[in-house]
């Protein structure tokens, strides 16, 4: 896509909780975001930025054989993640890898970085919505 | 500890021990509902765990687990309740039918 940014009208979240503001990968199995916070965020302000950035994994292979359309919705399942380092800053960059699915389940790990270092870490559990199913 | 520009006005405490916490959630008009999501309203999984820990006044280091078992609606009334573990806190969430919504496993100060 020639400008990736036009993807974040997939976003379902909305502004004050839309925290990705720019999209700068969107690949397979990776992705990179930009997310912003109007204050300092909690640890689970970013744990919901790394389930927001894993909007933006294209996963075209693993959805298809799931039956999970490529914009599907999903619902978060469960979360784990932990500082690595504290910040007051209110603008990150969220790394996503996926790493496994089982049918319309999807695990994904996240990494927030302040510039070169990383801030925090986890991984969000989701399930897709599957073809003609409403969540 | 106040309420942050995200939890702000999103619900009021109806009682409060060292074990539990009650609170009923406002209606649809919140902003916060109106963004997550469009036309569908439900409590964030994330603010689930931080409307607790800013009414107790606690930071989170950790998020050992938390799972998000139950959609949550505007004008719920919710109980938190918290037990200590070895490495942390155990925050049970539940709805007026004593269903459960929410299980955290944290480490905060």
């Known amino acids: 896509m020639s400008d990736l940014n036009e993807l974040l009208e997939f976003l379902p979240q909305k502004d004050p909780v839309g925290f990705v503001k720019e999209v700068l990968v969107c690949e397979e199995h990776e992705s990179r975001t930009v997310v912003r916070f109007e204050s300092a965020p909690t640890l689970s302000m970013l744990s919901e930025a790394g389930a927001q950035s894993s909007i933006f994994l294209r996963l075209t292979e693993e959805k298809k054989a799931a039956n999970v359309p490529l914009r599907a919705m999903g619902m978060l399942v469960s979360v784990k993640s932990k500082w690595l380092q504290k910040s007051e800053k209110k603008s990150f960059e969220v790394e996503t890898r996926y790493i496994s699915n089982l049918d319309s389940f999807f695990i994904v790990s996240f990494t927030v970085f302040d510039g070169d270092s990383a801030v925090a870490e986890g991984q969000v559990a989701a399930v897709l919505e599957r073809k003609g199913e409403t969540l | ?109």
Not at chain 2, 18 to 35: G, M, Q, R, Y
Not at chain 2, 45 to 57: R, T
Not at chain 2, 65 to 84: D, G
């Open chain 2, 1 to 109: 500890m106040s309420q942050t520009y995200l939890s702000n006005g999103l619900y009021r405490i109806i009682s409060q021990s060292n074990e539990s916490v009650e609170i009923k959630l406002t209606d649809a008009s919140h902003p916060i509902f109106k963004a997550h999501f469009e036309g569908m309203p439900l409590l964030p999984g994330f603010l689930q765990i931080d409307m607790i820990a800013e009414i107790l006044g606690k930071e989170i280091d950790a998020i050992t687990s938390a799972k998000f078992v139950q959609k949550i609606l505007p004008e719920e009334r919710l109980t938190y309740t918290i037990a200590p573990t070895k490495s942390g806190v155990r925050v049970k969430l539940s709805n007026e039918f004593e269903e459960l919504c929410g299980d955290f496993k944290l480490k905060w100060h």
